[in-house]
């Protein structure tokens, strides 16, 4: 049996759904949403397995410790985002990043490695990085070629990336894994159709406006500080960097559920970021990225945030203006 773990987000249910295309439908598998870790749900689905795919899914350390345990037999981990490589005689890593090249998204990984082309390999792409993959080199052409030939215009698939996240946002784990199954078979139109999907994107909405509409901006700094329980803070922050309001975006969200969140993000790559993310670390603080992004999750302590806030404005020399 074959199985595939991805992220919870459009990006990686649409490299898990590619996958499935390719190589047929299997058990799919997303972590806690909004937590980095493997469960014994996800544990006992690998162990089970005699090949499992990690895709999207930046815990490069956390796979490793599953073959050192003797977990997954044989596994593929496919990304794109700032990691140390895996070396493991049971585990085949793939990541471009890691000989220099940028992708836009694991979604144009996967279609690579497989030699797939479909709304979906876009679908993932917008997901990640919004309409700015148009203007990436050779990704940008590619995705317009793409959606040509699919017949798909670029609205219809921003549309759809609303829908397909409105369930990690909402923590519906479960209909998170069964988007990854719905899209490995669904025309686009079959997404944008979907009516579950639209009424909980018509709540998130509401709920990232609110947020957006809160934040200050200083000399092209965005600072975001709210209550949520949906996984919105990325949103609030690519909202505010996307739209032009500003080139950075901090935001932390102090409600999500017992937890806190400390997310920035940037309007071009920088290398300070992934200074970020092992500074973060090393204050153990789960965190990931890529080069212009820095995701963190983390128990709801203010001593902690304010140390991680520090660490902020250490690295990119700017004052954090959060309201409490």
């Known amino acids: 049996m074959e199985i595939v773990v991805h992220h919870w987000d459009a990006d990686g249910v649409s490299s898990a759904a590619i996958l499935m295309r390719e190589r ?3 058990p799919v598998f997303t972590p806690p949403v909004g937590e980095f870790k493997f469960d014994p749900r996800i544990e006992s689905g690998v162990y089970s397995s005699k090949l499992a ?18 977990l997954l ?6 990304d794109h985002h700032i990691q140390e490589p895996i070396s493991h005689d049971r585990i085949i890593y793939h990541n471009p990043l890691s000989r220099g090249e940028v992708y836009p998204s694991a979604s144009f990984v996967v279609s690579e ?19 700015r993959l148009f203007e990436m080199e050779r990704f940008g052409e590619l995705a317009e070629k793409i959606l040509e ?37 669904a025309e686009l139109d079959d997404v944008l159709e979907r009516v579950e999907w639209i009424e909980k994107a018509k709540e998130v909405k509401e709920d990232i406006e609110r947020a957006v509409n809160s934040a200050r901006v200083n000399g092209g ?6 209550y949520s329980p949906n996984a919105i803070i990325s949103k609030v922050a690519r909202e505010l960097v996307w739209s032009g309001k500003a080139s950075v975006c901090v935001a932390v969200n102090r409600g999500f559920n017992g937890k806190y969140q400390l997310y920035v993000r940037l309007n071009r790559g920088d290398k300070r970021c992934r200074e970020l993310i092992e500074s973060l670390r090393k204050l153990g603080i789960n965190a990931g990225g890529k080069e212009e992004v820095v995701g ?29």
């Open 24 to 26: 047929g439908r299997m």
């Open 53 to 70: 795919y990690f895709v999207d899914l930046n815990m490069p350390g956390d796979v490793f410790r599953l073959a050192e345990r003797g």
């Open 73 to 78: 037999r044989k596994a593929y981990f496919i």
């Open 113 to 131: 490695l497989f030699n797939h082309s479909s709304y979906l390999t876009v679908l993932g792409a917008v997901g990640d990085v919004g309409e």
């Open 149 to 185: 030939e699919e017949g798909v215009g670029v609205e219809e698939v921003l549309e759809a990336v609303r829908l397909v996240d409105s369930n990690y946002i909402t923590l519906d784990r479960y209909g998170v894994e069964e988007a990854a199954l719905f899209l490995s078979e």
């Open 221 to 226: 700094v965005a600072f975001v500080s709210f």
């Open 296 to 324: 963190s999750v983390f128990e709801a302590d203010e001593e902690r945030l304010e140390r991680a806030l520090e660490e902020v404005r250490r690295i990119f020399g700017f004052e954090v203006e959060l309201a409490e």
